[in-house]
């Protein structure tokens, strides 16, 4: 499905990303482990075009390289970001956030399915569709923010720390939400802080220190990894990975 080999970003002379490779089946959840730092999202922004990488990469969806397209024609193949921060528009309404990510020409004649599937998927979102976005809490505009890439219908969805600030029962209702999106038959690449919640629900992760891929396995391998829970799972501080031996 996603196929990113040689991905080098760098900052001036700061390396964020060095010769990185990944891959992500149809209808995987693949989980990206890291400490703050080591480079998770100058990933996902490098691999959706927002930051330029250095000559070399290639980023394949489905047989069609991606590597030297823009961002607006990232989309148009397929793949959908939602940043940081959710990046929703705050004075617009609900639907009309959601109309904005049918943009796309691959999603425009199917709009309407496609928001009936959102509002399925967010079936809160449907009784606020008129409510101004900036006036709902941080779990609601996460969903707009969800739903909003969904609705240029991506066969990849990149997600990056998309629990953030998000309670207990609203982190639930999220993995449960992305859960179902796997189902639907679109692979997610997950970059989470709540590391026990997104092992839960993936089915593959990858382990990156100062911009390297350093691990990788199933999930559930990496649940009983060591060096994982000490780092990520509740044990006593953070550890380097170098025991950890890619599958």
């Not at 482990?33 to 080591?38: H, T």
């Not at 989309?75 to 921060?85: D, F, K, N, T, Y």
């Not at 969904?150 to 997600?159: A, E, F, I, R, T």
Request: with cysteine; glycine share 10%.
């Amino acid at each position: 499905m996603l196929e990113v080999s040689n991905l080098t970003v760098a900052y001036g002379l700061h390396r964020a990303l060095e010769q990185v490779e990944l891959q992500i089946g149809q209808s995987e959840i693949v989980v990206i482990l890291g400490a703050n730092g080591a480079g998770k999202s100058s990933l996902l922004k490098a691999i959706a075009g927002i930051v330029p990488a250095l000559p070399g990469k290639r980023i394949v969806l489905s047989g069609r390289d991606l590597s030297a397209l823009p961002p607006h024609r990232i989309v148009e193949a397929g793949l959908a970001l939602v940043p940081e921060g959710r990046g929703i528009f705050g004075d617009l309404t609900v639907r009309e956030n959601l109309r904005l990510g049918a943009y796309p020409e691959r999603s425009r004649a199917s709009e309407r399915e496609i928001l009936e599937r959102v509002l399925t998927l967010f079936p809160r979102l449907a009784e606020r569709l008129g409510q101004t976005a900036r006036t709902m809490s941080g779990g609601e505009q996460q969903m707009v923010a969800i739903g909003r890439a969904l609705m240029s219908k991506p066969d990849v969805l990149l997600l990056d720390e998309p629990s953030l600030g998000l309670s207990p029962l609203m982190c639930k209702e999220l993995f449960a939400a992305l859960a179902r999106i796997r189902e639907s038959g679109v692979s997610v690449l997950l970059v989470e802080q709540n590391a026990r919640q997104s092992l839960a629900i993936a089915d593959r992760g990858y382990l990156i220190e100062t911009g390297r891929i350093v691990g990788e396995g199933r999930a559930s391998d990496l649940r009983d990894d060591p060096a994982v829970r000490r780092a990520y799972l509740g044990g006593a501080g953070g550890v380097a990975f170098s025991s950890f031996q890619p599958s």
